[in-house]
């Protein structure tokens, strides 16, 4: 039997301060019935004092502590996010530092949403080669510093927080089965930061502009990611011979509850088989499934054997989908 990778600890952190959509009602032209009514949202975290790196590092610290991995057995670590606390050096790196993982390779991994699969994805490639290897795949994001708190069409969305897994093999008949990434390029323009990187470096006509903020066409952005969700995941479902009913539990990316609605109406699932925690936390890009994993799993809801499903959308555009037997 081949190896197989497997998730022995998670971990989650969120800032400490909670922005309601009754406060928001005092910040911009909104409701909480609008908000909630469109997205399924009612807070979020926002990181006041808190870097992308300190909640990266504290998730971590969680996720190993139920692996019972010493930090300086990790052989890698690697971070998905978009929000980093500096172009260099990278958040992982910057983890590798505060976890004293003085044996492990660190980088960052840009995917947006579909941050932490995309690592994943990786990791598992990484154990494949090395079944006594210990990974640290983390999402974790900021992005109430990329949020325009004056456009009421984004800020509504958007929260901060962090989640981990550790990864490590096994020649059992569980963990990863498979992994699907995709990305087009051609639809950037639809979700983007343009500011703030090399080709529109800091001036002022970029800070005018709002280009160092979150620009999202979302009628667009919607239709699209319904698409691509429902696509990835029968991906893995037709790759593992399983059919929808099959799965015990969905992890999608807590971007919007309509979409997860649509996405359980057309796999044929129970409400009770999707994970949801959107109204607690908002989008938090990359951090959102390894959150909802962590939560799921420290619940008691993840049992050995079960059959669990992850999709994830993003700006680039990105999306993925792992499927995995607990």
């Given at each position: 039997m081949g190896v197989n990778s497997i998730i022995i600890g998670t971990g989650s952190a969120v800032p400490e301060k909670v922005l309601t959509n009754a406060e928001l009602e005092e910040m911009v032209d909104t409701s909480d019935e609008w908000i909630t009514t469109r997205t399924g949202i009612k807070a979020r975290h926002i990181a006041t004092k808190e870097t992308n790196s300190q909640l990266a590092s504290e998730a971590a610290r969680r996720a190993l502590k139920m692996a019972g991995v010493n930090p300086q057995d990790l052989d890698l670590i690697i971070v998905g996010t978009l929000t980093p606390d500096m172009p260099m050096p990278s958040v992982a790196c910057l983890v590798q530092k505060e976890l004293k993982a003085r044996k492990a390779g660190a980088f960052d991994l840009s995917a947006t949403c579909s941050g932490f699969l995309y690592g994943l994805a990786v990791a598992d490639k990484f154990v494949k080669c090395n079944r006594r290897a210990k990974i640290l795949v983390i999402g974790s994001e900021v992005l109430s510093r990329r949020t325009n708190w004056?456009?009421?069409?984004?800020?509504?969305?958007?929260?901060?927080?962090?989640?981990?897994?550790?990864?490590?093999?096994?020649?059992?008949?569980?963990?990863?089965?498979?992994?699907?990434?995709?990305?087009?390029?051609?639809?950037?323009?639809?979700?983007?930061?343009?500011?703030?990187?090399?080709?529109?470096?800091?001036?002022?006509?970029?800070?005018?502009?709002?280009?160092?903020?979150?620009?999202?066409?979302?009628?667009?952005?919607?239709?699209?990611?319904?698409?691509?969700?429902?696509?990835?995941?029968?991906?893995?479902?037709?790759?593992?011979?399983?059919?929808?009913?099959?799965v015990d539990l969905l992890f999608s990316h807590q971007a919007n509850m309509r979409i997860l609605d649509f996405l359980r109406e057309r796999l044929g699932l129970e409400q009770e088989k999707v994970f949801i925690n959107i109204h607690k936390y908002g989008n938090t890009s990359a951090a959102s499934i390894p959150i909802a994993l962590d939560e799921a799993n420290r619940a008691g809801r993840l049992e050995p054997g079960m059959k669990i499903l992850m999709v994830a959308f993003g700006g680039g555009f990105t999306w993925a989908s792992a499927a995995m037997r607990w």
């Open positions: 004056n456009d009421r069409t984004t800020c509504i969305l958007f929260g901060d927080g962090a989640g981990a897994a550790v990864l490590t093999g096994t020649r059992e008949d569980r963990g990863i089965l498979s992994t699907h990434l995709h990305a087009d390029g051609s639809l950037w323009e639809l979700l983007t930061i343009r500011g703030l990187g090399t080709a529109h470096p800091v001036n002022q006509e970029i800070l005018d502009k709002g280009w160092q903020y979150i620009q999202m066409q979302g009628r667009d952005v919607f239709k699209h990611a319904v698409r691509a969700l429902e696509s990835v995941a029968w991906e893995a479902l037709n790759a593992n011979g399983w059919t929808g009913d099959e």
